[in-house]
C-alpha cells in the first residue's frame, strides 16, 4: 500500500474565493486521481493528475475550475476556483499502487470543504 | 455508460449476523472490482477481485466476482458494530484504470 496525506483536512471557505488542496504520497506512483463525494453521494472522478503534462479531465469537470498540479510523481494539488456552495463536497486524492496488474487503488484521508 | 448498482441502500442487523451486499455492474472493458469501507471521509481498500469463483477472505470478510453474470458479493460473518459502515464497490475499465463507484451500501450493526 501507500502512505497518503491531504492538506488541508477541512476548511470553510467563501462563496467566490478559491482552495488549495494539496496530496503527498510516500513512493512515487505513476497514476494520481482527484476524486468528489458530494453529501450523501458516491465517488466521482474528476480528473486524472498526468505528471508533466496536463490533467485529463471526466466529463463535468473544467480545467478553469478544478485546475490540477502534478509536478512529479508524489505530489498534486488540486484548486477549487471561484466557489460556490454546491461545491461543498470531500475532495479525495488517490494512487494506483503497483504491485501487480492491475493495480490497487488507495485514497488520502479527504478534505472536507464547505463553501458558505 | 458505465453502470455500477449495489444493493441493499442500507442495511440493519445485530452483532453476530450475517450479511451479503451485492454489486452488479456494466463497464466496457472490464479490468478489475474493487471494495471498499467508508466510514468516515476516505475509503479504505479491502479486496480487489480478477477472476471469476476465486474467493478472497480477510478474517471475516470475504468476496467473490462473477464475470459472466456481472456481479459480486461481499460477506461478512459474525457482525461486530465496527463494521458498521457504507461499502463501496468499484470496478475498473479500461487503460485508463479508472474506477466507476456504486452508491454503496449502508451497513449499521446494533449492539
Known amino acids: 500500500s501507500a502512505v497518503i496525506s491531504q492538506k488541508p483536512s477541512r476548511d470553510i471557505c467563501q462563496r467566490g474565493t478559491s482552495l488549495t488542496i494539496q496530496c503527498q504520497v510516500d513512493s512515487q506512483v505513476t497514476m494520481m486521481f482527484w476524486y468528489r463525494q458530494q453529501p450523501g453521494q458516491s465517488l466521482t472522478l474528476i480528473a486524472t493528475a498526468n505528471q508533466g503534462s496536463e490533467a485529463t479531465y471526466e466529463s463535468g469537470f473544467v480545467i478553469d475550475k478544478f485546475p490540477i498540479s502534478r509536478p512529479n510523481l508524489t505530489f498534486s494539488t488540486l484548486t477549487v476556483s471561484n466557489m460556490s456552495p454546491e461545491d461543498s463536497s470531500i475532495y479525495l486524492c488517490s494512487v494506483e499502487v503497483q504491485g501487480s496488474i492491475p493495480y490497487e487503488q488507495y485514497f488520502g484521508p479527504g478534505t472536507r470543504l464547505t463553501v458558505t | 455508460e458505465d453502470k455500477v448498482v449495489q444493493s441493499p441502500l442500507s442495511l440493519v442487523v445485530h452483532e453476530g449476523d450475517t450479511v451479503t451486499l451485492n454489486c452488479s455492474y456494466e463497464v466496457t472493458n472490464f479490468r478489475s472490482l474493487l471494495w471498499y469501507k467508508q466510514e468516515k471521509k476516505a475509503p479504505t481498500f479491502l479486496f480487489m477481485l480478477?477472476?471469476?469463483?476465486i474467493e478472497k477472505k480477510s478474517g471475516r470478510l470475504s468476496s467473490i466476482l462473477d464475470k459472466k453474470e456481472l456481479f459480486s458479493i461481499l460477506n461478512i460473518t459474525a457482525t461486530q458494530t465496527g463494521d458498521s459502515a457504507v461499502y463501496l464497490c468499484?470496478?475498473?475499465?479500461?487503460?485508463?484504470?479508472?474506477?466507476?463507484f456504486g452508491s454503496g451500501t449502508q451497513l449499521t450493526v446494533l449492539p
Open positions: 468499484a470496478p475498473g475499465s479500461g487503460s485508463a484504470r479508472q474506477l466507476t
Open positions: 480478477t477472476s471469476s469463483g
